[in-house]
């Protein structure tokens, strides 16, 4: 067993695992998701790991690891909670990649949770367009009348769409598509749906926050946007866990 493991959920992630293969460091690659797995692709000297652990598989997982890398996305904390945990019981250091955090421009409507950005909704008329994936729909379906006025945006995969409609939304209110999405892509859905809000999270730029913010405002919507938890002290940059990982593996 490879003595680096990395929890590549993200661009990053799966940006750093490229160039672990490139400069000849051999890894252990993990994705949530049979998806997941498949956007790392085949690279030399990672292997891919597909499908979530519980928290005794990731302990046995890591069994043997010098090194762990959580690259999970910004709103992973669980994930990133449970990663720590399994690093420690098995003695191996972890290094947090982190997302470069980018100042909102001014206008945004900033609420600290999806339920937070449910109940601004409730408060506020006119149709949304909800970005903000498929496992916290349920403080949207508290709101009056969110199944004429909400159209939710997950990924094209048959779990993400059966949790919508379980929901309560409609089929004709659901829209499964895989990003990155362009400004324009982006401008002629909120125009089809009608959409006087988008909500999203704050996942910068390679999340494609940018791109929403700008097609909303070029539509006349207003955005709402969940900002991401505290990373705390000590996360890394994607540079800065290349170059820890070049102290430690470099022959």
């Given at each position: 067993?490879?003595?680096?493991?990395?929890?590549?959920?993200?661009?990053?992630?799966?940006?750093?695992?490229?160039?672990?293969?490139?400069?000849?460091?051999?890894?252990?690659?993990?994705?949530?998701?049979?998806?997941?797995?498949?956007?790392?692709?085949?690279?030399?000297?990672?292997?891919?790991?597909?499908?979530?652990?519980?928290e005794?598989?990731?302990?046995?997982?890591?069994?043997g690891?010098?090194?762990?890398?959580?690259?999970?996305?910004?709103?992973?904390t669980?994930?990133?909670?449970?990663?720590?945990a399994?690093?420690?019981?098995?003695?191996?250091?972890?290094?947090?990649l982190?997302?470069?955090?980018?100042?909102?421009?001014?206008?945004?409507?900033?609420?600290?949770?999806?339920?937070?950005?449910?109940r601004?909704?409730?408060?506020?008329?006119?149709?949304?367009?909800?970005?903000?994936?498929?496992?916290?729909?349920?403080?949207?379906?508290?709101?009056?009348?969110?199944?004429?006025?909400?159209?939710?945006?997950v990924?094209?995969?048959?779990?993400?769409?059966t949790?919508?409609?379980?929901?309560?939304?409609?089929?004709?209110?659901?829209?499964?598509?895989?990003?990155?999405?362009?400004?324009?892509?982006?401008?002629?859905?909120?125009?089809?749906?009608?959409?006087?809000?988008?909500?999203?999270?704050?996942?910068?730029?390679?999340?494609?926050?940018?791109?929403?913010?700008?097609?909303?405002?070029?539509?006349?919507?207003?955005?709402?946007?969940?900002?991401?938890?505290?990373?705390?002290?000590?996360?890394?940059?994607?540079?800065?866990?290349?170059?820890?990982?070049?102290?430690?593996?470099?022959?």
């Open positions: 067993m490879t003595a680096l493991r990395i929890f590549a959920g993200t661009t990053e992630g799966r940006l750093l695992c490229e160039w672990a293969s490139g400069v000849g460091i051999p890894a252990r690659a993990y994705a949530a998701t049979e998806y997941g797995g498949e956007l790392l692709g085949e690279l030399p000297g990672i292997e891919v790991h597909a499908g979530r652990l519980d005794a598989d990731m302990e046995r997982e890591l069994s690891a010098r090194i762990v890398v959580d690259a999970t996305h910004p709103f992973a669980l994930a990133s909670g449970n990663i720590r399994a690093s420690l019981a098995a003695g191996a250091r972890c290094l947090r982190a997302r470069p955090v980018e100042a909102l421009p001014k206008g945004i409507v900033s609420v600290a949770s999806i339920a937070c950005a449910a601004f909704l409730s408060e506020n008329p006119g149709r949304a367009l909800l970005t903000t994936g498929s496992k916290e729909l349920a403080p949207y379906t508290r709101v009056a009348d969110f199944a004429e006025r909400f159209f939710v945006r990924l094209p995969l048959p779990g993400a769409i949790k919508c409609i379980d929901a309560g939304f409609s089929p004709s209110h659901v829209i499964g598509m895989q990003g990155p999405f362009t400004r324009e892509l982006n401008e002629a859905m909120l125009r089809q749906v009608g959409a006087q809000w988008l909500v999203t999270k704050d996942s910068g730029t390679v999340g494609g926050t940018a791109e929403k913010l700008a097609s909303a405002r070029n539509v006349g919507a207003r955005c709402i946007v969940v900002t991401r938890p505290a990373e705390g002290g000590g996360a890394l940059s994607l540079r800065e866990v290349e170059d820890a990982l070049l102290r430690e593996f470099a022959r």
